[in-house]
């Protein structure tokens, strides 16, 4: 139909520009690519950010990392069994039917279901294949898990990271580390109600962990950048970023005990372009998660990768100013420098 009627505004020379929306990454992108192959271009959205769920529903911070970025089930966090009935039946069972099932041949559904609530409830965590398979019934070989894991990833569900490494073998071998793209996919498999994940600091970590992890795969979707982590022995940092030859290593601290030697020893490693800590001794959470990449009319914080120092500010530029300064989101510390010698 849309292909119709651009081929007849086109025939009687009508200027008009066509918005086409909708929920279905996988649909809307193969559709396109089919009927309207070389005359669109492909505007990437993703989950609702904190700094949304703040402003419009009054989430506090841990509020969001627990309940996620879902708007639809912004009001029902009061009931925690209306709340995770929402997410399965109206966010991840009507994903995976019309994503997935609706366009793809499955041999096991069951199989499918069942990958993703185990990945899901593993998001932040290092979890091989092989072991996986150990924990899903019929679960068949870990190509098959591998090939539903990327089904997942290309319906906005649960991706896998590898491990950072300038050799691709290397990095193809590696176990994967599990991410939701919306922590409110792996709390919804808790057996914990919010008030007792507060109060559990083990299983509070590793919701924080996933919760900056599921911001940064959200904005590697929407900013198509790509994001790893990366571990040598006792040596781990919990996510490196990469675009275009520019890569920034961030290591989560929910705790003061969590060891950051890992940082030190990718920065002698891989010399990053920045390497900093989010949480306990470096930036907040909230700081990090109210960022966005580039906004409208400020940037809101910045980082020299040679500093211990939060360097946070709200410098009030232009959009266009903020292009001149930065070629890619890695980038904020050489706006900080150009700011203060006064372009």
Same mark, same amino acid.
């Given at each position: 139909?849309?292909? %119709?009627?651009?081929?007849?505004?086109?025939?009687?020379?009508?200027?008009?520009?066509?918005?086409?929306?909708?929920?279905? &990454?996988?649909? $809307?992108? %193969?559709? $396109?690519?089919?009927? #309207?192959?070389?005359?669109?271009?492909?505007?990437?959205?993703?989950?609702?950010?904190?700094?949304?769920?703040?402003?419009?529903?009054?989430?506090? *911070?841990?509020?969001?990392?627990?309940?996620?970025?879902?708007?639809?089930?912004?009001? $029902?966090?009061?009931?925690?069994?209306?709340?995770?009935?929402?997410?399965?039946?109206?966010?991840?069972?009507?994903?995976?039917?019309?994503?997935?099932?609706?366009?793809?041949?499955?041999?096991?559904?069951? $199989?499918?279901?069942?990958?993703?609530?185990?990945?899901? +409830?593993?998001?932040?965590? /290092? *979890?091989?294949?092989?072991?996986?398979?150990?924990?899903?019934?019929? +679960?068949?070989?870990?190509?098959?898990?591998?090939?539903?894991?990327?089904? /997942?990833?290309?319906?906005?569900?649960?991706? &896998?990271?590898?491990?950072?490494?300038?050799?691709?073998?290397?990095?193809?071998?590696?176990?994967?580390? *599990?991410?939701?793209?919306?922590?409110?996919?792996?709390?919804?498999?808790?057996? /914990?109600?919010?008030?007792?994940?507060?109060?559990? &600091? %083990?299983?509070?970590?590793?919701?924080?962990?996933?919760?900056?992890?599921?911001?940064? !795969?959200?904005?590697?979707?929407?900013?198509?950048?790509?994001?790893?982590?990366?571990?040598?022995?006792?040596?781990? !940092? @919990?996510?490196? *970023?990469? %675009?275009?030859?520019?890569?920034?290593?961030?290591?989560?601290?929910?705790?003061?005990?969590?060891?950051? @030697?890992?940082?030190?020893?990718?920065?002698? /490693?891989?010399?990053?372009?920045?390497?900093?800590? !989010?949480?306990?001794?470096?930036?907040?959470?909230?700081?990090?998660?109210?960022?966005?990449?580039?906004?409208?009319?400020? !940037?809101?914080?910045?980082?020299?990768?040679?500093?211990?120092? @939060?360097?946070?500010?709200?410098?009030?530029?232009?959009?266009?100013?903020?292009?001149? #300064?930065?070629?890619?989101?890695?980038?904020?510390?050489?706006? &900080?420098?150009?700011?203060?010698?006064?372009?």
């Amino acid at each position: 139909m849309v292909k %119709k009627e651009w081929d007849d505004d086109t025939f009687h020379d009508r200027d008009i520009r066509v918005l086409i929306l909708g929920s279905s &990454r996988v649909l $809307l992108e %193969k559709r $396109l690519s089919e009927s #309207l192959a070389g005359r669109f271009e492909e505007i990437r959205m993703s989950h609702w950010s904190y700094q949304e769920m703040k402003e419009c529903f009054g989430f506090s *911070l841990d509020q969001y990392m627990f309940y996620g970025g879902y708007p639809g089930a912004a009001t $029902l966090i009061g009931d925690e069994d209306r709340f995770s009935q929402y997410i399965q039946s109206a966010i991840i069972e009507a994903t995976i039917n019309k994503d997935i099932l609706m366009d793809t041949p499955i041999s096991k559904p069951a $199989l499918l279901r069942q990958t993703f609530e185990l990945g899901a +409830a593993y998001s932040g965590e /290092l *979890l091989s294949l092989n072991k996986m398979l150990g924990s899903l019934q019929d +679960a068949g070989n870990t190509v098959t898990l591998a090939g539903y894991i990327n089904l /997942l990833d290309e319906s906005g569900l649960l991706c &896998r990271l590898q491990k950072f490494s300038v050799d691709m073998a290397r990095r193809r071998a590696s176990i994967p580390k *599990l991410q939701a793209y919306n922590n409110a996919l792996k709390l919804v498999y808790s057996p /914990l109600t919010f008030e007792q994940a507060i109060l559990n &600091r %083990k299983a509070w970590g590793r919701i924080f962990e996933s919760g900056i992890g599921a911001y940064l !795969v959200s904005q590697a979707f929407v900013h198509r950048f790509e994001v790893f982590y990366w571990r040598e022995r006792d040596d781990e !940092v @919990d996510f490196v *970023l990469r %675009k275009k030859g520019s890569v920034v290593a961030i290591e989560v601290k929910n705790n003061a005990e969590k060891r950051t @030697d890992g940082l030190d020893k990718f920065r002698k /490693l891989f010399n990053p372009q920045a390497a900093f800590i !989010v949480g306990d001794g470096g930036i907040s959470a909230e700081d990090f998660l109210s960022y966005c990449f580039i906004r409208e009319t400020e !940037v809101t914080w910045c980082w020299h990768p040679q500093s211990n120092v @939060d360097m946070k500010k709200t410098i009030h530029i232009t959009k266009q100013k903020v292009m001149e #300064l930065i070629g890619e989101p890695f980038r904020q510390h050489e706006i &900080r420098d150009q700011v203060q010698a006064g372009i």
